[in-house]
């Protein structure tokens, strides 16, 4: 089932993959084969590869059949439309692409059987700024925690106080998940995406990512959720930006650092297994402070405490640590 370089794709432009995908018929094609699929089967373990040998390609008649309408020469001819891009042949038929088994999956991920929301409902999590019950909801395929006392950490868009988070998170993670279980897998889903992205590697398309600082320079939260002007409780937010594929993510400079090495290691050694992508590293986010130490270069500050200890972290303008310092409670150095 290997493709020889002659079967390789050749090049096709956004404009063009609009324009192939503009069609029932080829919707229809690619639902067939993603129908078809088993993702269970060794074959399709390492797809396209020799890794495996076996052929799971679903022959012509059985696409045919499956698609169930148009004469077989304009069946061809959609067919053909979509083939090296979306759908690939094989000795034994047709399987979708890397980019079709995409286009079938963005589908399925925004599929919904019933109205896809829950109530607010409060969650066994408690505030990291006053302690209190989060509550959680889910709306317009975001999940949202807020606190059920305090001002949070976040303004939402009419200024309102109380947001802590609020995550994308497709409608099928709500299947068999209960509003706590949606919770933790929202954060997890994001959260994973979100150390990708500092890693410099798009969670979406795999491209290059453009990350920069976004600083709010007449920051003043007061003792509200957000500051009237950024609308968060936190300066120094970090953006980042996939131009291959528009996919984008911002968050506090303070969680994006808790993915280093040097963090977790700290943690480690005061006995805290610090995972990344949990609501223990958000609550953890809270505590961290950030500072501008320099403009030019741009240099930031972070540090993140533990017990009476602290991990003092000096980043440069790519957010690489450039100094990491730890200062124990016996010794302060400066
Ligand atoms: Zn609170
Ligand atoms: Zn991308
Ligand atoms: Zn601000």
Redesign the pocket.
């Known amino acids: 089932m290997t493709a020889g370089a002659a079967d390789e794709p050749t090049t096709l432009s956004p404009d063009d993959a609009f324009a192939v995908l503009g069609n029932e018929t080829r919707f229809e094609i690619i639902r067939t084969l993603w129908e078809q699929y088993e993702p269970d089967d060794p074959a399709n373990v390492v797809k396209f590869s020799d890794l495996y040998d076996g052929d799971a390609a679903v022959t012509f008649s059985e696409l045919y059949d499956g698609v169930g309408y148009g004469d077989t020469g304009n069946f061809n001819y959609h067919l053909e439309q979509l083939t090296d891009h979306f759908v690939r042949r094989t000795d034994a038929g047709y399987e979708l692409t890397e980019a079709g088994f995409e286009i079938a999956r963005a589908v399925v991920a925004g599929t919904v059987r019933e109205h896809p929301r829950f109530d607010a409902t409060e969650v066994d999590a408690n505030c990291p700024r006053c302690d209190a019950p989060v509550v959680v909801d889910y709306e317009n395929h975001h999940v949202s925690a807020a606190c059920s006392r305090c001002s949070g950490i976040w303004q939402n868009a009419d200024g309102e106080d109380g947001v802590l988070f609020t995550f994308s998170f497709p409608p099928t993670g709500l299947s068999n998940r209960t509003p706590q279980d949606a919770f933790h897998a929202a954060l997890a889903f994001n959260l994973n995406r979100i150390r990708s992205f500092i890693d410099g590697v798009c969670p979406d398309c795999s491209s290059v990512v453009e990350e920069s600082l976004d600083v709010?320079e007449?920051?003043?939260?007061g003792d509200r959720g957000g500051?009237p002007?950024?609308h968060?409780q936190h300066?120094i937010e970090v953006s980042e930006v996939c131009h291959g594929c528009k996919s984008v993510a911002r968050g506090p400079l303070s969680i994006a650092i808790l993915a280093h090495p040097t963090v977790t290691s700290f943690y480690h050694d005061h006995g805290i297994e610090h995972r990344f992508a949990s609501w223990e590293t958000f609550r953890r986010g809270q505590s961290v402070e950030v500072a501008i130490v320099d403009d030019d270069p741009l240099r930031s500050r972070v540090t993140v405490p533990c017990e009476d200890d602290r991990l003092r972290l000096t980043l440069d303008e790519s957010l690489s640590v450039v100094e990491a310092i730890r200062e124990t409670s016996s010794v302060r150095s400066y």
């Open positions: 709010c007449d920051h003043d939260p500051c002007r950024c968060r300066a």
